[in-house]
């Protein structure tokens, strides 16, 4: 296919790919300029106003003016309150639980390894980002404090201080948010969508009127297919979006990057375009115009369908492809009510939840905890037994990087140690040997200051793939001169603050990437199969009697297939950094796996839609027959996933077909079982069952054809 074969370059020049990659993710892109220098005043009003007041962990606040979120100034007002209240809490927890732990050491210990473990639980069940990184954050910074020969009256006034330190970062975060940006709720998770949207429409409208497109397309193009939408997805699990709302908007989120992809493989093509071509690209940028303007005007895009019996020509392949995606992405949204459910209200917070709905029920969080409890406690045991106090910035960098790394890959690790060797080493101590000697003012500093910050927001502002380096970077530079409210003049504090934050690093690496862990592509490989079981198992459901189990097994299982999902795609970006004789093979697997992703995630929405039905919930009963009939419907199409999932595994065709006349003998039913029935409201009912159903059947059946011809092609 024309994917894998862009991907497959950077198979013979690694050094060509990862320059070209590195361009495509430094370069500027609307809004980027704007969210650096916001992310700037904010770090250094906060640097300003704790090293006047001499106000301690001051690196503590600064860091934090770069992790919160900015993308919504509203929510970023409301998460304010949450990181201190948070914070508060996590103090408070501290203190006094260390009242009855602080005279026996192996309490003391026992308790310490405890917290580590909550802190990473919190890490990955959390469903609030900002309060997972308050809860860390104060128990990565106050559990070393707690460990000096001092007073009780001193840590617990460091401890308070470290409250402050935090209310003065989100007040002065959340207050220059206010002053500079004005948007509706919801824009921060339509306008990366219209943004691609409109791209994708430019590059049609090319292709409709005859003519290449300019260079600007090309690269708005290129760069969006780069970018991906990883960050569109972590904003919207960070949103206020109720659950059921979320899983159709990070279903078109996925489609709509699939969409960009597709568009990126056409650019580099050059075809002579036939008269029927160019009408189909027409047809299609209409609709994305449609599409595109209705997501704008907060109003349910209408459903698209388009004419498959045009003449076959070489672009029809990826022209069908992305008419088909188009054609998905309204059909996630039919039967909806108003965009408007779609997006987080100021007023209406229904459905948030404080822990995730697997928290209990899917392993990966326990087994999540307990790889990063094992390494900061091994960083903790460290630091202690060569009595080296000034290396516990270890335990801080294990949390701080466990908030980026839940699926964990080796390009994460890499980005790590360069920023730690950036942020501290090349410019941390860097400057305390040719820069510093020479400043005698505030000013000085202050230039500095804002130069790194600058440096660090624009790595942090781009795609997940690299944004991690200028976190690391910030962090490291912080830790080494926002400590003390004086410059320098020895380098072992430096020393010993990147000392620790790589004894962090190597830990998280030896833990997550080596003891606990296979290649990004067997990991891939293994959450999509795994996502195929589990929605074999999503669809059928309910398996008890009982409604009120039965709803809670769904949306624990709808959240696993979810999280599932996500996790899958950021393997998939993974693989990308992962070298050697079987890479080839690896990105073909990533781009087929890429492929099939938005549509196993539009089945998944389209099962969870008809949930409602399974469950029987009010409005949506079905007579007795009928239900006996889905569910033979159900099961089999269950065990056709779980087949795709074993032929996946072995590498070996093995698929049984879907039943052509199981879905034509249910429909045959629910038409009888309606037929009689007068009321329109009855019809209309038929009308949209039937409707999902077959694109239920349509989907498993593509799905299952697409991944059985790639096993006849290898094998």
Request: with cysteine; glycine share 6%.
């Amino acid at each position: 296919m024309a994917s894998i074969a862009q991907s497959l370059p950077a198979a013979n020049n690694p050094l060509a790919w990862l320059w070209q990659w590195l361009r495509d993710e430094l370069t500027p892109y609307p809004g980027r300029l704007a969210l650096v220098a916001r992310m700037v005043i904010s770090a250094t009003l906060v640097m300003i106003i704790g090293m006047t007041f001499r106000i301690p962990y001051t690196w503590q606040g600064a860091v934090y003016a770069l992790l919160v979120s900015r993308e919504n100034p509203r929510a970023t007002v409301k998460s304010a309150a949450t990181i201190f209240l948070v914070t508060g809490i996590a103090a408070a927890y501290i203190i006094l639980s260390m009242k009855l732990v602080i005279n026996s050491p192996p309490l003391h210990f026992l308790w310490i390894i405890t917290t580590f473990f909550l802190a990473f639980y919190a890490i990955s069940t959390l469903t609030n980002y900002l309060a997972a990184v308050a809860f860390v954050n104060a128990v990565a910074a106050g559990i070393p404090l707690w460990d000096r020969h001092v007073s009780a009256e001193t840590n617990v006034e460091d401890t308070l201080w470290l409250c402050l330190a935090v209310l003065i970062a989100v007040v002065v975060t959340g207050a220059v948010e206010l002053a500079v940006v004005r948007r509706r709720p919801g824009d921060e998770i339509l306008s990366p969508m219209t943004e691609r949207l409109g791209a994708v429409e430019d590059l049609l409208n090319c292709y409709a009127d005859g003519c290449a497109p300019d260079l600007a397309t090309q690269q708005k193009i290129e760069r969006l297919s780069m970018v991906g939408t990883s960050m569109l997805r972590q904003i919207l699990r960070r949103s206020n979006v109720p659950p059921q709302y979320s899983v159709a908007i990070g279903g078109v989120a996925v489609l709509i990057g699939r969409l960009v992809d597709v568009a990126a493989t056409l650019t580099p093509l050059n075809f002579g375009f036939s008269v029927s071509d160019r009408t189909r690209f027409r047809v299609l940028a209409s609709s994305l115009a449609s599409i595109r303007r209705d997501l704008m005007n907060r109003e349910i895009p209408a459903l698209v369908q388009f004419d498959t019996e045009t003449e076959a020509t070489a672009v029809v392949p990826l022209l069908g492809e992305m008419e088909h995606t188009v054609s998905l992405i309204t059909e996630v949204f039919a039967g909806s009510r108003s965009a408007e459910e779609y997006l987080p209200s100021p007023n209406n917070l229904e459905g948030s939840t404080l822990l995730s709905r697997d928290a209990f029920v899917n392993p990966d969080h326990l087994l999540f905890a307990l790889k990063g409890g094992l390494a900061a406690s091994l960083c903790y045991v460290i630091y202690n037994a060569i009595a080296w106090p000034g290396i516990s910035t270890a335990v801080t960098t294990c949390m701080l990087t466990a908030l980026s790394t839940i699926g964990a890959s080796r390009q994460k690790q890499v980005l790590r140690v360069a920023g730690a060797l950036v942020g501290g080493f090349v410019i941390g101590m860097g400057s305390q040997i040719f820069i510093l000697p020479y400043v005698d003012s505030i000013g000085g500093f202050l230039l500095l200051f804002v130069l790194v910050t600058g440096l660090s927001a624009w790595f942090l502002t781009s795609s997940p793939r690299l944004s991690y380096f200028g976190v690391q970077v910030a962090l490291a530079f912080y830790l080494v001169h926002l400590e003390e409210f004086k410059i320098r003049t020895s380098l072992g504090v430096a020393r010993d603050r990147v000392v620790g934050i790589l004894l962090g690093l190597f830990m998280m690496w030896l833990i997550f990437d080596r003891l606990w862990s296979s290649p990004a592509s067997v990991e891939m490989k293994r959450a999509f199969t795994s996502t195929l079981r589990l929605m074999a198992q999503f669809a059928r459901e309910p398996l008890s009697k009982d409604r009120q189990i039965a709803v809670g097994r769904s949306l624990a299982l709808r959240e696993t297939i979810n999280s599932n999902l996500d996790k899958a795609r950021a393997l998939a970006d993974g693989v990308l950094f992962e070298f050697g004789p079987s890479r080839r093979r690896n990105l073909e697997v990533r781009s087929y796996i890429r492929q099939w992703q938005p549509q196993l995630r539009t089945l998944f929405v389209m099962r969870n839609a008809s949930l409602k039905y399974r469950l029987q919930l009010p409005g949506f009963e079905l007579p007795q027959s009928v239900r006996l009939l889905q569910q033979a419907y159900d099961e089999r199409s269950a065990r056709v996933l779980e087949d795709l999932a074993d032929q996946i595994e072995s590498n070996s065709r093995q698929a049984r077909p879907m039943s052509e006349d199981s879905f034509g003998h249910l429909e045959q039913k629910l038409h009888a079982c309606y037929a009689k029935e007068e009321q329109p409201v009855a019809e209309a009912h038929i009308r949209s069952f039937i409707t999902l159903l077959r694109g239920i059947d349509g989907l498993t059946t593509s799905l299952a054809e697409e991944i059985t011809i790639e096993f006849d092609r290898t094998t």
